[in-house]
């Protein structure tokens, strides 16, 4: 999975780590008990692909490569922003990507409402478990809105997607 270089940063964020291996692309999240505190060097604020997005905060697309690698024998590829896992990664708030991270059998149509979905995917139907239950009249489902999209896919799976986190 990846990012096509046709991408617009408006919004970035470099105040979270992340604990595993991940590829970029995807929409990393938050729970309620991480990030706490506002130091900038926080090792509590940590962000991930979450396996159900119930119960978590979409944060934003990840712009980071974050490998495993033994930096005795390799250095990391800056031209992918890669970030050893543990590292601080790149988060994007707000801006415009072109990503393969389109959940499996979505087809989106451009202006949909564009959700996460399980693992940092990005669908245009909220599937979680809670969707379209309440609470205190907002829809649950409105935590899970990510943007919108503004292309379809193409032959290759990736469409372009508006990042649009407050």
């Known amino acids: 999975m990846a990012l096509k270089p046709d991408r617009r940063y408006l919004d970035t964020d470099i105040a979270h780590f992340m604990d595993v291996a991940a590829e970029r692309g995807g929409i990393v999240s938050v729970t309620a008990t991480e990030a706490s505190g506002a130091a900038m060097d ?8 979450v396996a159900e997005p119930s119960g978590a905060y979409p944060l934003g697309l990840l712009l980071s490569e974050v490998v495993n690698l033994d930096l005795t024998r390799q250095h990391m590829n800056w031209h992918k922003e890669e970030v ?3 590292g601080k990664v790149t988060v994007m708030t707000k801006g415009t990507v072109v990503t393969d991270w ?5 087809t989106p149509i451009p202006g949909e409402i564009a959700y996460v979905c399980d693992s940092g995917y990005i669908g245009n139907v909220d599937i979680s478990l809670d969707a379209g239950q309440s609470l205190d009249g ?3 489902s409105s935590t899970r809105k990510v943007g919108r999209f503004v292309t379809i896919k193409n032959a290759d799976g990736f469409a372009k997607v508006d990042i649009n986190l407050p």
């Open 42 to 49: 926080q090792s509590e604020a940590t962000v991930a692909y």
């Open 84 to 86: 050893q896992i543990g």
């Open 102 to 106: 389109i959940y499996p059998d979505h």
């Open 138 to 140: 907002v829809g649950v």
